[in-house]
């Protein structure tokens, strides 16, 4: 496992934007798919990116594609969130996880369960 911090979040106005980092220790993060949800109290831990080990493929879910950005820099450790044009309906605490990446394609990293290792969340708020 590896063990993850995410930081960045904070109180914004709608419209405006907020880059969220995931920082990782441990030598097998650079092979690993990375994730980012978001959780609002009493709804279900939602997938909102997910990037694979080499950055080179991606997937944004319908409800933020074209203002989230997910992007992750290896030599660094880190996944990056940025979020844009950001809405009341974006606030939750977002969690970033990773799991080892078996190469067989994002659609196997949809869920929370299929991921062993979380940070401890970060909160977002977009006032209106």
Known sequence: QVQLVESGGGLVQAGGSLRLSCAASGRTFSRCVVGWFRQVP?????????????GANYYVTNSVRGRFTISRDNAKNTVYLQMNSLKPEDTAVYYCAAESDTQLGLTHY?????????????????SS
């Open 42 to 54: 009493g709804k279900k831990r939602e997938l909102v990116a997910t990037i694979s080990w080499s």
């Open 110 to 126: 949809l869920s929370r369960a299929d991921f062993g290792s979380w940070g401890q969340g970060t909160q977002v708020t977009v």
